[in-house]
């Protein structure tokens, strides 16, 4: 199967050559200080937009994809309430079909939600949920299984940590008191929501606050809002590493097995960053031994750049003023020499990948806040072209339900993908798939056949 899998991606390799981005393009310089380059489809017209906030004037605020080509418009202000904005995510609180934006801000620290009013980037007015001087981590997630989202949040008191949720009452974001989830007898550094088990329920993967011995655990999720107790993952020994803390982590697929794995970034007693991985052994909660990513202290995503079909690392640092990438060379979390992206950036605090020009590649956007520049780079190799043979006939498109495939050679894989390259449905040995119940958008359909042809086709869910 290995065996199989690389002989896949090296003829994959041999068509596509390697990503390479272009210039700088930049969305604009009216945002001071920008320190988010969030990418979204916030007018539900099939382009990617980038919201972003301010550190100068304390504003959230959004840039329209004009044309599905890379082409902004002006700055549209979404709060200018004057707060640090901690978190944001973009959720549908009141079940009326389109997304609205809930974030985590500072001065005070308070819980918000702005109501998406028509799904075309019209926002109405700040709804107040949760002010708690010490809370931490916001997320999102339906734990009494009634169909509308609540919040799990972490609460520091000194040097106690609680994990607590608050459910959404009616549906529309009205949200009630607290309720206690978890003690820890440290406060939380980072929480994440992930189905670590693959029993169809979200459990909850966390660090915590200390000074030496730094660990990564979870708490297994046991429906009825309740959880287990803590599970270490891997815990540094203060022997081994001295006084090492983890202070970030992620959860994404490194060695291209299907199964998510923890990738983590601690820092020693001497002020040392390194970055480390797990192998998620059989997606029950087991994993690996840690294995080495790299040693430096950029901030780091994982996503597709080269279109191989395995996770590289997108990086920026703002103290080097640098935005890179690392390729996956083997697909197995091998990861080659940076290669530079662009260095005409000023202290960037924030780096994002998705497909802003429709070509099925994914660009990269970025916000420096030395320079107050919101900017993008285009991937150059393309993913959609013109001129390619098309070997597979796709329809209808658009399309509201079942998708059909016409091929020369039997399909192995059907794949779709989402602007910001994420999987949204997949199927094998079959010449279609059922878009049904996926929202309406512009999409990625990756066709494989059984030689190991692939090609990519944009599609319209209507």
Do not use: C
């Not at 920008?34 to 304390?58: H, K, Q, R």
């Not at 819980?111 to 998406?116: A, D, S």
């Not at 994914?362 to 993008?376: Q, T």
């Not at 043979?389 to 989402?418: A, D, E, M, R």
Request: hydrophobic share 40%; glycine share 8%.
């Amino acid at each position: 199967m290995m065996k199989k899998l690389l002989l896949t991606l090296s003829i994959f390799w041999a068509v596509s050559g390697f990503s390479q981005f272009g210039e700088q393009q930049i969305i604009s310089t009216s945002t001071l200080k920008p320190y988010l380059s969030i990418p979204f489809d916030i007018d539900n017209d099939g382009f990617m937009d980038v919201l972003t906030a301010s550190g100068e004037t304390y504003e959230l605020s959004w840039y329209r994809n004009l044309d599905g080509a890379g082409n902004f418009g002006s700055e549209n202000v979404i709060e200018g309430t004057s707060a640090l904005y901690l978190s944001v995510e973009f959720i549908d609180f009141d079940n009326d079909g389109d997304k609205d934006i809930l974030y985590l801000r500072n001065n005070p620290r308070q819980v918000v939600w702005v109501e998406n009013i028509d799904g075309a980037g019209n926002f109405g007015v700040t709804h107040i949920l949760i002010e708690v001087d010490f809370i931490g981590n916001i997320l999102s997630i339906d734990m009494d299984n009634d169909g509308d989202m609540d919040l799990l949040a972490d609460i520091t008191d000194t040097f106690t940590g609680w994990i607590v949720w608050y459910e959404n009452l009616d549906g529309q974001g009205t949200f009630g008191e607290e309720n206690i989830l978890i003690q820890n007898d440290y406060a939380y550094v980072k929480l994440a929501l992930e189905d670590i088990d693959n029993d169809g329920l979200l459990d909850i993967l966390a660090t915590e606050f200390v000074y030496s011995q730094g660990k990564i655990f979870w708490y297994k999720n046991m429906g009825n809002a309740t959880f287990g107790p803590m599970q270490i993952i891997y815990q540094f020994l203060w022997v081994q590493s001295g006084g090492t803390n983890i202070v970030e982590f992620q959860y994404a697929d490194i060695n291209t097995d299907g199964k998510k794995d923890v990738i983590m970034t601690s820092i020693d007693d001497n002020s040392v960053a390194s970055t480390h991985w797990l192998e998620n052994l059989n997606n029950q909660g087991n994993f690996g031994d840690i294995q080495f990513i790299m040693d430096t202290d950029d901030q780091y995503h994982f996503y597709d750049l080269d279109n191989d079909a395995d996770n590289d690392i997108l990086l920026w640092n703002r103290f080097t003023d640098k935005i890179s990438w690392k390729e996956n060379e083997d697909g197995q979390g091998e990861f080659g020499t940076p290669r530079t992206i662009t260095t005409s950036v000023d202290f960037p605090r924030d780096a994002k990948a998705a497909d802003f020009d429709g070509d099925g590649w994914l660009d990269v956007a970025s916000a420096s806040s030395g320079d107050n520049k919101l900017a993008w780079y285009k991937n150059d190799r393309l993913g959609i072209s013109e001129n390619e043979v098309n070997n597979y006939l796709v329809f209808p498109n658009p399309t509201n339900g079942i998708l059909h495939i016409k091929s020369k050679l039997p399909i192995s894989q059907i794949s779709v993908f989402n602007l910001l390259g994420q999987l949204i449905e997949e199927k094998q040995n079959i010449a279609q798939i059922d878009l049904s119940k996926v929202e309406a958008g512009v999409y990625l359909l990756k066709i494989e056949d059984e030689n190991g042809n692939s090609q990519t086709h944009k599609i319209v869910k209507e």
